[in-house]
């Protein structure tokens, strides 16, 4: 393990050390440390010939967040790092990019745009590996550096206290460091995926665009002809599934199967010595999710789940409003998923293998539940309807009520019946609502969004829209030209009649939620950090783990006896 000494004044650092610990950075004294990380936002004076010195015994000296900005004009430690600080930028939104020696360490990076004040180069040495670039006047600039041949290097971002307690930023530093101490990752971990085709083919190209993960075999039931010049780069068919988790040669077994065989898989990969991820929920029942811990403790094995509806971008966007207080506390929160349509009869729409309605629409908007309200569930209630689609064994119409502790309550709809728009989410505060669009591709929404007079798109006062035609006029349906595949966003609004609009940035794929997997944000996010955990070592954040998965277990499997006897309370177990 690595040693590293971090010199800070900064409040909050400690949080930055913290993650570096996790990650295999350890820490350590200056006199022993294998590098020194600095943040400080005063001069240094006779500390940096001190620096200067241990950087000459090939320990390295990595100057970060504000240390740039507080070292004087002709400071030794900068001219030895090779990058000549100029003007101050206003802050704004940064989007960081590769540098020229920086496609190894930007690989897996996770999704970070940071807004904060930068640092304009004045000037970079020619031996100066740039590492990180951000772009400004047409012009790539670098922002993190590391120049070999003085043991220096320089990452100008994190002179802000958003930046410094930002996860996504302690990632960075964190690779940062190993590139400068030359620890190299691991190799490859070969992956096995078990599934369904509809399931393989929206996991697959995740894994395959992830650096550190190689696709080796698929299981999915689908026969499928390889062409002879590309036998090489594609994984092998499997037959058996008890094949490829027994596979000696795969590392990693991906579980996207019908929920019910969850379990099942899910054990026997661990009990090869796999480590193990299952596509959400993580099973049917608590005391299975307890079972697959123990077991993968036992095993010394990572076992991750999918999120649902957690990486959902328009989600990520509207529990930002509520983390930083723009509605108060939430008190009431209503989910939605469905529409008008006919099952097709597939493995969602059939109880004995999806586990039932809920399991199979709803599991992405109780995990965005329980996010967004920091307390225990009381008691779950839900009903169920079968009136219509009676080809399939999963229920029409679906409603689960959550009672919180605090007296937060929550209600999630699940319906192939409705045929009126509705939000997605919306979330009642103390002062104020937030809105989550419904998606375009759920809805015709072209006549509905001209029902309503439109007005423009932004922030607006006077008196908040009534109804869906209001939010429809706002942009909420189709409106938001550029901001989404389905034109959605999420629409504030407070007490004092200020409303507002929140784009949706523009992510390739959509949340895994009934059955769709966000290929482009949420699935490249999560096997991204999931192939830093397993080749380099940095932890995985609790969103994926057991600690959050076993919750949305617990609260539907108590949906599902609720319903069972026409509605009566349960407590979760």
Not at 257 to 278: I, M, Y
Not at 320 to 337: D, T
Not at 506 to 527: E, H, I, N, P, Q
Request: with cysteine.
């Amino acid at each position: 393990m690595p040693r590293i000494h971090l010199v800070s004044n900064l409040p909050g650092v400690n949080v930055l050390g913290d993650h570096l610990r996790a990650a295999g950075l350890g820490p350590t004294s200056a006199r022993s440390a294998d590098a020194l990380l600095v943040l400080i936002d005063r001069p240094l004076d006779h500390v940096e010939q001190e620096l200067l010195d241990r950087a000459r015994q090939s320990v390295p000296v990595l100057l970060a967040g504000p240390t740039a900005r507080a070292l004087p004009p002709g400071s030794p430690l900068l001219e030895a790092s090779g990058l000549t600080p100029g003007r101050v930028l206003p802050a704004h939104d940064l989007h960081l990019m590769p540098g020229p020696h920086g496609g190894a360490l930007m690989a897996r990076a996770p999704r970070f745009v940071p807004r904060e004040t930068w640092v304009l180069p004045e000037k970079v040495a020619d031996d100066v590996e740039r590492l990180i670039h951000l772009r400004h006047d047409g012009t790539e600039h670098a922002v993190c550096t590391w120049r070999p041949a003085t043991g220096l290097g320089m990452f100008t971002l994190g002179a802000g206290p958003a930046v410094l307690a930002d996860s996504a930023y302690h990632r960075l530093v964190g690779r940062w460091l190993r590139h400068c101490l030359g620890v190299p990752d691991g190799p490859p971990v070969l992956v096995g995926l078990l599934g369904l085709p509809d399931t393989t083919a929206v996991h697959q190209p995740a894994i395959e665009a992830t650096e550190g993960l190689a696709l080796t075999a698929v299981c999915d039931g689908e026969p499928r002809r390889t062409p002879a010049h590309a036998a090489s780069r594609l994984p092998r068919q499997v037959d058996d599934p008890d094949d490829l988790v027994h596979d000696p040669e795969l590392d990693l077994v991906v579980v996207a199967t019908g929920n019910q065989s969850h379990l099942d898989w899910a054990s026997r990969a661990l009990e090869a010595g796999k480590h193990v991820v299952v596509q959400a929920p993580l099973c049917l029942a608590p005391a299975d999710a307890d079972h697959l811990a123990e077991l993968a403790a036992a095993q010394g094995r990572v076992l991750a789940v999918v999120a649902a509806g957690r990486s959902d971008p328009g989600f990520e966007v509207l529990a930002a409003a509520v983390r930083r207080g723009a509605i108060g506390e939430p008190l009431r929160l209503e989910a939605y998923r469905g529409g008008w349509r006919r099952p097709t009869g597939g493995w969602r729409d059939d109880a004995a293998i999806s586990g039932g309605q809920l399991f199979a629409q709803a599991t992405g908007a109780v995990e965005q539940i329980l996010a967004l309200v920091d307390e225990s569930v009381e008691s779950v209630t839900a009903t169920a309807f079968k009136r219509v689609w009676h080809h399939v064994s999963n229920a029409d119409h679906s409603s689960l009520t959550l009672r919180f502790l605090n007296g937060a309550q929550a209600q999630i709809t699940v319906s192939d019946l409705t045929v009126w728009p509705r939000p997605r989410l919306e979330v009642l505060g103390t002062t104020g609502s937030l809105l989550l669009d419904v998606d375009r591709g759920e809805h015709d929404v072209a006549g509905f969004a001209a029902a309503g007079a439109l007005a423009p798109a932004g922030r607006h006062t006077g008196g908040p829209p009534v109804g869906m035609a209001g939010f429809s006029a706002v942009g909420g349906l189709g409106g938001l030209g550029g901001m989404g595949e389905a034109g959605a966003g999420v629409l504030q609004v407070t007490a004092d009649g200020v409303w507002t609009r929140y784009p949706i940035p523009l992510l390739a794929g959509t949340a895994l939620d009934g059955g769709a997997l966000g290929g482009g944000g949420g699935a490249a996010a999560f096997y991204g950090a999931l192939a830093d955990r397993l080749v380099s070592g940095w932890p995985l954040s609790a969103d994926v783990g057991l600690a959050t998965a076993r919750p949305v277990v617990s609260v539907l499997a108590a949906a599902v006896r609720s319903a069972a006897t026409g509605g009566e309370p349960v407590t979760p177990a």
